[in-house]
């Protein structure tokens, strides 16, 4: 059983960066496509960026509205994988969860196998 632990989140001003991290804890990360979704109060649960499993293509996938703005990446030394947001902005406030599939390209969120307890961005104007 794998498990996932993210931390990183916290308040910020808008313009600020951060970086999440999700940490995997009884298997290997980067056996697993990774993906870090958010869920801001009244919406649904939305994937902002995709990490696959090493050697597929394309590597990474991010939402229109965050390309340019968050990168992800792996830390294979801490079994780690980094969500960086830079120039955030008050609609990036959500509670951040980051979820690992054995599939190269799951296009679901049922297609995960693994999730963490997420962590809360919150973003002020």
């Known amino acids: 059983q794998v498990q996932l632990v993210e931390s990183g989140g916290g308040l910020v001003q808008a313009g600020d960066s951060l970086t999440l991290s999700c940490t995997a804890f009884?298997?290997?990360?980067?056996?697993?496509?990774v993906s870090w979704f958010r869920q801001a109060p009244g919406e649904e649960r939305e994937v902002v960026s995709t990490?696959?499993?090493?050697?597929?293509?394309?590597?990474?996938y991010y939402k229109a509205s965050v390309k340019g703005r968050f990168t992800i990446f792996r830390d294979n030394t801490k079994n780690t994988v980094l969500l960086q947001i830079n120039s955030s902005t008050p609609e990036d406030t959500a509670v951040y969860y980051c979820?690992?599939?054995?599939?190269?390209?799951?296009?679901?969120?049922?297609?995960?196998?693994?999730w963490g307890q997420g962590t809360q961005v919150t973003v002020t104007s």
């Open positions: 979820a690992a599939s054995r599939l190269g390209r799951p296009s679901v969120a049922a297609l995960y196998d693994y």
């Open positions: 009884g298997g290997i990360i980067d056996s697993y496509t």
């Open positions: 990490i696959s499993k090493t050697g597929l293509a394309p590597a990474t």
